[in-house]
Nanobody, 119 residues
Framework: QVQLVESGGGLVQPGGSLKLSCAAS????????MGWFRQVPGKERELVAI???????NYKDSVQGRFIISRDAAKNTVYLQMNRLKPEDTAVYYC?????????????WGQGIQVTVSS
């Protein structure tokens, strides 16, 4: 099994920045995706950003241009640099990792980390 350890969440003011990290305990797929979903009360969990082993990225429309996803292969770690944060970005953010180029059933999940954007 692969464990995903998330860090970097917290409280930030609107317009501020925050960087999330997710480290996988090991790498078991040659072709894979890794990234972030988020969820707020009463809403479905939604994709925020993902990156593949080949560095192809996909972003939720509302975060494109503000968030940047990147990966450090040597550390089995994915990062989400979040800039110009808005109150609407407040959510629990979940790291995901799995086989193939896009999310699917059977993916691994982190425990979730709170991001709160408030003045």
């Amino acid at each position: 099994q692969v464990q995903l350890v998330e860090s970097g969440g917290g409280l930030v003011q609107p317009g501020g920045s925050l960087k999330l990290s997710c480290a996988a305990s090991k790498s078991i797929f040659s072709i894979f995706h890794m990234g972030w979903f988020r969820q707020v009360p009463g809403k479905e969990r939604e994709l925020v950003a993902i990156i593949s082993n080949g560095a192809m990225t996909n972003y939720k429309d509302s975060v494109q241009g503000r968030f940047i996803i990147s990966r450090d292969a040597a550390k089995n770690t994915v990062y989400l640099q979040m800039n110009r944060l808005k109150p609407e970005d407040t959510a629990v953010y979940y790291c995901t990792y799995g086989s193939g180029r896009s999310p699917r059933q059977g993916d691994y999940w982190g425990q979730g980390i709170q991001v709160t954007v408030s003045s």
